[in-house]
Structure formats: structure tokens, C-alpha cells
């Protein structure tokens, strides 16, 4: 056996040719070296793309710097499907910058600098009178972390036009549909095209024999899809419905830090349900990282009423002064509504705004889910709503003993330490704890 990791300086027009040729050359591989040499490369190319084998492009992989994009953009196409990886910077732990707005093209600059003004105050205001409030909460060895919690609070009250840096890596096949999907958005259209206009040329520096390819996505019909919500509203904020109750059995492969349970797929592939759930933007955007549950994420305009999720530690302290921020928010909004239209205005909504979706989640994918959202540090808003999924799985007879937070599952299995989060821990010795017990304050 031989085995060598590519260069990273090889182009990805001859990592797919190469790869092709490769699956019908009985000496051996066919090396990107050879393929950028051969004469009927681009033929090829063309070919095996226009057919559809798309796998030859989902070898090479672009690792993009992003910085100055909105997070509503990152929400609507970046974070919306399956096929990525990003880091990006947390507005629950970095302070936000009044700077990093971002203003539509055709939109009042002073008009908008002017309310993303006035929202930041209040978000600053709301980062200090939420401080001490948290310290009071907090354990004695995590008061240290006082402002830390209040900025995940005062988050909400940020418009969805503020702009955010990351690491995001796709495939060319990715990128390409990137490309074909951007002017059928639903909304931030005008980003979304100023972005892939910049994707087409970062990819053409690396790969210029990339170009038909990428003439070929412009050119591509797309269609937003329709969604009918009405099907599946409910009063709750969240709802199960198709349910497949199947058991299987939790194992180290799904308490080790590697999660052998993604390679050894077992039984629980077979379970799963759907979901209704009515959840803010903030909690949407940390929701959509779980890629293997995905969401029909509909257009806002669609689905659009004033709604907004109130954290409890406001509603029990600040709850005047947050309605007062929210309410001047959608008055802007409204009124930028009528000048830019829906699609444009959508920047001046908040993190607080709530949407719906519809999710699915296969029992595999929602142990790690459950491990991850079940912890006391996740975000309060998405632990309440798995949760709620896990209650109401209970509810229609499934084992709920599989869907358990990190440290649970690490006691069960006799993995030491119990909860893998070193200094982060939340002090609540949770695997002691039945399911009905878990509670949060903040």
C-alpha cells in the first residue's frame, strides 16, 4: 500500500479531470500533473460536469477569508445548507462594533447610520445593566464571565445588518451554486451578487480553466421554493409530527470526543421526526451549524408578523426598555419597507425577530445535537427548544434515555472527566440530574 496527501498548489480543474480519468485507467492514478498535460481536459471537463458527476469537483476544497458580510446574507445562503465548514466571529462572546453595519446599496446612508446608531445603544445599554444582573446569577467561579453573558442577552437587540468575518470552506460544486443560486435569494440579493461576483474572481485567480464552469451556474435556472406554512403552524413554538420510533442502543462511539458514532452508523439512522419550530434569527443562526438537520428555512416576507423572542432574565428585569428597543426597530423597518422594499429593509430586523421552520432530524444526528444543546452553556433559546423536541419525543413513547447532554453521556458510558469542558463548566453536576429536572436560570 502507498499513500500520499495532494499538494495544496494543485488546481482543481486538474483534480477533477485527473480523478475522472482515474476511474477507468487500469495502470493506476492518473495524477493532476498528467491531467493538466493532457490535450482533452477541458473536454472532459465539460463533459463529466454537464452529466452530472459532480464528485471529481468535491475533491478540492476553497478555504474563504470573508470579512464585511452581513449575518443575515451568512444566515440565508452561507449557513443554509449542508455542504460547508465556517468559524465565525461569536456574538456572544465578542463585543460588537458600531461600525460593522452593513447599509443597502440604494438605502439613506445617514437615515441608516442614524438607527443602527440608536440600536447599538441600546445594546450597549442593555451590556451594562445586564452585567450585574448576570454576576448575581452566576456561580462564584464564573462571575468573571459577567459581561460575557450579558452580550449573549443584549445580542438580540442587534439588527441582522451587522456584519460579521469567518472561515468558510466549500467544494467547487458548492461554489458554483453559490454562483447560480445568488440572484434568486429572497432577500439580500444585491449582497448576495456583490459576493459571488467576488467568489468568481478568487476562483478564477487559482483556476482560470474554472470559467466555463462558473458561465455555465449564471446561466442555470433556480427556484426559491414556495412553502405553505400554514400546513404545519401550530400554537407551540415547537411541534413534533412523523414520528419513527426506533431504539438502538448508546455506546462510547457516542460519548467519545471524535464521535465514532458518524463513521459506525448503527440503528439509530433509522429514527428520526420533523419538527415545527418558531424560533428568533439569533437562535436560527446557531440552530443552521447543526448541518445534519436541516430546515425549510421560508422567504421572511412569506411568513413576516411582528414577533419577537424575549429572554427570560429580560423579561423578568428589563422587559420595558427591551420592547421599547424592539418597537422602534420595527417602526424602521416599516418604514424602509416602503421605500427599498421587503428584501432591502430586512437588515434593520433584529436577532430577536422570530421566524419558522421546518427541521428534520434523524436519531444519529440528534444524539449529538441533544449532547450539544442540552449542555448548560449552550444558548438558552436553542436548549429550550430541544428540550421541548426531547419532552415531546418522551411523550409519544420513544426512549429518551439516548438524548442526553455531553456530561450524561460521558457518566453512562464511565468516561472521564464527566463534563469535557475543562474551565467551562457550568458547576450543576448534570449527570446526577433525571431529564424533568434540568432547569436553567440563564
Known amino acids: 500500500m502507498d499513500i500520499k496527501i ?7 480543474t486538474n483534480i477533477a479531470v485527473g480523478s475522472a480519468r482515474s476511474c477507468y485507467f487500469s495502470k493506476g492514478i492518473v495524477t493532476p500533473k498528467s491531467a493538466e498535460n493532457w490535450d482533452k481536459k477541458n473536454d472532459l471537463l465539460d463533459s463529466i460536469f454537464k452529466a452530472g458527476h459532480h464528485t471529481t469537483l468535491q475533491h478540492y476544497h476553497f478555504t474563504i477569508l470573508i470579512e464585511g458580510m452581513s449575518r443575515h446574507l451568512i444566515w440565508r445562503l452561507l449557513h443554509s445548507h449542508m455542504f460547508y465548514n465556517s468559524e465565525q466571529v461569536s456574538q456572544r462572546y465578542a463585543k460588537m462594533k458600531i461600525e460593522n453595519f452593513y447599509i443597502p446599496n440604494k438605502a439613506d446612508k445617514a ?11 441600546y445594546y450597549d445599554d442593555f451590556c451594562k445593566k445586564l452585567e450585574p444582573i448576570m454576576y448575581d446569577k452566576l456561580p462564584k467561579f464564573q462571575k468573571h464571565i459577567a459581561n460575557k453573558k450579558a452580550q449573549e442577552m443584549a445580542r438580540y437587540l442587534l439588527p441582522i445588518g451587522m456584519k460579521a468575518h469567518l472561515y468558510h470552506t466549500i467544494n467547487v460544486i458548492t461554489a458554483l451554486r453559490y454562483i447560480n443560486v445568488a440572484s434568486y435569494l429572497p432577500e439580500c440579493k444585491e449582497e448576495a451578487l456583490e459576493f459571488v461576483q467576488l467568489l468568481e474572481k478568487e476562483m478564477l485567480k487559482i483556476d482560470e480553466d474554472l470559467k466555463p464552469l462558473i458561465e455555465f451556474a449564471k446561466k ?12 404545519y403552524r401550530c400554537e407551540d413554538n415547537v411541534k413534533i409530527f412523523d414520528v419513527i420510533n426506533y431504539n438502538f442502543e448508546m455506546n462510547e462511539n457516542y460519548a467519545g470526543i471524535l464521535r465514532a458514532s458518524n463513521i459506525f452508523l448503527d440503528e439509530s439512522l433509522l429514527g428520526g421526526f420533523n419538527s415545527y419550530i ?12 447543526h448541518r445534519r438537520s436541516p430546515a425549510i428555512r421560508p422567504a421572511l416576507e412569506d411568513i413576516y408578523k411582528r414577533d419577537y423572542y424575549i429572554p427570560p432574565i429580560i423579561k423578568e428585569t428589563l422587559l420595558d426598555e427591551y420592547n421599547e ?8 423597518f416599516d ?3 416602503e421605500i427599498l422594499g421587503f428584501s432591502e429593509a430586512i437588515y434593520a430586523l433584529t436577532n430577536a425577530h422570530n421566524i419558522e421552520i421546518i427541521e428534520k432530524d434523524d436519531f444519529n444526528e440528534f444524539t449529538h445535537k441533544a449532547q450539544m444543546r442540552l449542555c448548560y452553556n ?3 433559546e436553542i436548549f429550550d427548544i430541544v428540550y421541548e423536541q426531547i419532552k415531546q419525543l418522551k411523550e409519544n413513547g420513544v426512549n429518551i434515555d439516548n438524548f442526553l447532554p455531553p456530561c450524561a453521556v460521558r457518566f453512562k458510558e464511565g468516561i472521564k472527566p464527566y463534563c469535557p469542558e475543562g474551565d467551562r463548566f457550568c458547576g450543576i453536576k448534570v449527570w446526577k440530574l433525571d431529564f424533568d429536572e434540568y432547569k436553567r436560570e440563564i
Not at 495532494?6 to 488546481?11: A, E, I, Q, R, S
Not at 418558531?278 to 451549524?289: E, G, H, I, T, V
Not at 428597543?325 to 424602521?332: D, G, L, N, Q
Open 378 to 380: 449552550a444558548q438558552q
Open 220 to 231: 442555470e435556472k433556480a427556484v426559491f421554493p414556495k412553502i405553505d406554512m400554514n400546513k
Open 111 to 121: 437615515t441608516w447610520n442614524k438607527y443602527y446608531n440608536k440600536m447599538f445603544e
Open 335 to 337: 418604514e424602509q419597507k
Open 325 to 332: 428597543a424592539i418597537e422602534y426597530s420595527y417602526k424602521f
Open 6 to 12: 495532494l499538494d495544496t498548489n494543485y488546481k482543481p
Open 278 to 289: 418558531k424560533l428568533s434569527l439569533s437562535a436560527d443562526a446557531q440552530n443552521q451549524r
